[in-house]
Each structure stands twice: as C-alpha cells, then as structure tokens.
C-alpha cells in the first residue's frame, strides 16, 4: 500500500431515509417511522491506495417522524394525533472508508443544520380539530444545529463509479430547546434515520 494519496472523485449521491425519534422520550410508542430522501454531492479522497479514503458530504435530507394514529382517552377526556412532521436539513458527515473488494464499510462525525420544518400534525380533542396559532412551518423551539455521527456499509463497482449501500444516521444531541408543539412529548428527543442510498462518481487523476 501507498501512504500517499494518489486519486481523488467527486460525484452525487442520494436515496430513502427511514427516519423516527429516539432518546429518552416520554413515550416514544407514539412515534412511527416516516420515509424521506436524500440527495447531495460527495468527494473522496484516498490515502491508502484502493483500501483507505476520507469522504466529505454534502446533503439535502428530510428527517422526522409519523404520529401513531391512536387515543389517548381518559375520563371525560379523548386525544387523538394524526400525520406527519418533516425536519429537513443540510448534513455533512466527514467520513472514513475502509474497502474491502467490493465491500465499503464507513463512519464519522456529522454536523446538521434546520433549514425549515413541515408539521403536518393534526390534534382532535373528544373528536374536535383542534386549532392552534403555531405555525406549520415554524422553527420555534427546535435547535438549528445538530452534531452525530454516521456509520454504514455497502458495494462498489470494480471501477468505483457506482456505489450502494445502507447507513445509520444517528445524533448525540437533542434537537429541542423547548416542546410547544407536543406538549412535552418531544423532550430530549434526536434524530434517527436510516438511509438506503446510491452513488455515481467520476474518478480524476491526482
């Protein structure tokens, strides 16, 4: 093996997410999986010939969760949540490849910021729609920044121009400051997202 990097490739990459909430929730059986995507641009730069590399990201991806679609009934008292909310975000794992044949296993440190939300949240109290003065695109409450990490593994093509492969997306912060729209139901929770993805890269000659 080489110690010196000898190629360099740029390419796109993008995919599924299966995204919920985890951390020390209330009561996270309120919380379903919701599908997203991804999409961005990817470099990476090799260190140890074909074996060892270093993969810098940029992506465009929409995270959250789906409401259980169930009650809460207590006496003289019923709560029903239904649809979706949609945190989307721009992440940037940095991360380190390890290829074995057409094997790739990879992980690192990722940084995430907010850009928007989309809550899609509808609340029924006795079977009344309740209104509300929040708005569905709103960021109050929520931390726009987000520090993880990102582990996965996947295939190559011989010539690795064409990658596949699942990763695990997780976040060792919280992502709310304050909960004002769940009541309460979203303290201390962080991201977790699941990612099929695909890559079609151009290797350059360094």
Sequence with gaps: FS???QNASFGVRGGANISNLSGDLRDEDRFEN???FHAGITANFGIVDNFFSVQPEFFYTVKGFKNEDSEVTLPLYNRRR???VNYNYIDLPV???IKAGPLY???GP???YLLSVNN???TYINGTL???NQDQKSKDGLKEFEVGYAAGIGFTSANNAISFGVRYNGAISDFVKEDVNFEGDLTNARHSTFMVTVGLALPTSR
């Design 34 to 36: 919701k599908v997203g």
């Design 110 to 112: 990722q940084a995430s």
């Design 130 to 132: 309740q209104s509300t």
């Design 95 to 97: 991360l380190a490849r």
């Design 105 to 107: 296993f990879e992980a």
């Design 82 to 84: 239904e649809g979706k």
């Design 120 to 122: 899609e949240t509808k």
């Design 3 to 5: 110690a010196q990097a």
